[in-house]
């Protein structure tokens, strides 16, 4: 590493073979269509490639951070300095583990892609993450769940990347998997790949329970909007959602953020809406649900800078 210290960043991830864009709109690689430029941001296509960029970043002091879907973020108007990643060619594989009814993937696959997948196979489990908008390697990061399930009902184990290069493999049980919880939020590592444990079921049924359940998301949730799913983490004994609508916030705005008046659990870009118009409705809310029930919103979507 000593030899390349004084190569430019840019230039090793061109040499590491990533797609590289200077200054890209993050509003393009978030679900809630808000963020400015990334410094640099590049598409990794394996894991040789991804023990280049993150030593060679952290040798220069340089801040690298990895993104899914960009379904759960909220970027800064500012933008992003340093190095912002995504996750391809061999992060893209998937693949039945041969005479088990264990699935093994890679970090960038899509959930809907893995749903798919596992729906054919004849797999059954996962349905619950059919129309959450992220990847795999962020549906652990933040143990996404819907409908009474969750990625810890599912997951084995998980492959990661430390800043060093090395990789390691964590059983489900040494990750901390709790409510919108996993040991990743406190580490800086980068899921590479993940093991998961389905049952045999009948595609068809399978697939009904997909529909079923997609129909129920479109019915209640605002999918017609740029957002970032659920703003707020369940209070116990209550339902946010429930909070903010009886506290009258359906529908009130900040800039282009608004509650969503389908679903009071959601902030939706109305239009043009900044990140610092999503940060003053979300304080406007927890501020005034905090008055009038007592209760404290934990905000779920994670802001990064």
Known sequence: MRLNETKPMEQILRDAGCEVKEQEPMQRHTTFHIGGPAQWFACVPDETALAVVLQAARARSIPCRVIGKGSNLLVSDKGLSGVTLCLEGEFLSLERIPGTNRIRCGAG??????????????????????????????????????????????????????????????????????????????????ILSLELELQPGDPEEIR????????????????????????????????AGALIEQCGLKGKRVGGAMVS??????????????????????????QTVKKQTGVSLECEVRPIE
């Not at 060093?164 to 901390?176: I, N, P, S, Y």
């Not at 008046?261 to 118009?277: L, R, S, W």
């Open 109 to 190: 696959v899509p959930l809907s892609s893995l749903c798919s997948f596992a729906c054919k196979q004849g797999l059954a489990g996962l349905e619950f993450a059919w129309g959450i908008p992220g990847t795999a390697g962020g549906a652990v990061f933040m143990n996404a769940g819907a409908y009474g399930s969750e990625m810890k009902d599912v997951l084995v184990s998980c492959t990661h990347m430390n800043r060093d290069g090395t990789v390691e493999r964590r059983q489900a049980q040494d990750l901390g998997l709790g409510y919108r919880h996993s040991a990743y939020q406190e580490s800086d590592a980068v």
């Open 208 to 239: 009904a329970k997909m529909d079923d359940l997609m129909r129920r998301r479109k019915e209640k949730q605002p999918l017609e909007y740029p957002s970032a799913g659920s703003v707020f983490k369940r209070p116990e004994g209550h339902f």
């Open 261 to 286: 008046p389908k679903h009071a659990g959601f902030i939706v870009n109305a239009g043009d809406a900044t990140c610092q118009d999503v940060l003053g409705l979300i304080a406007d809310i927890q």
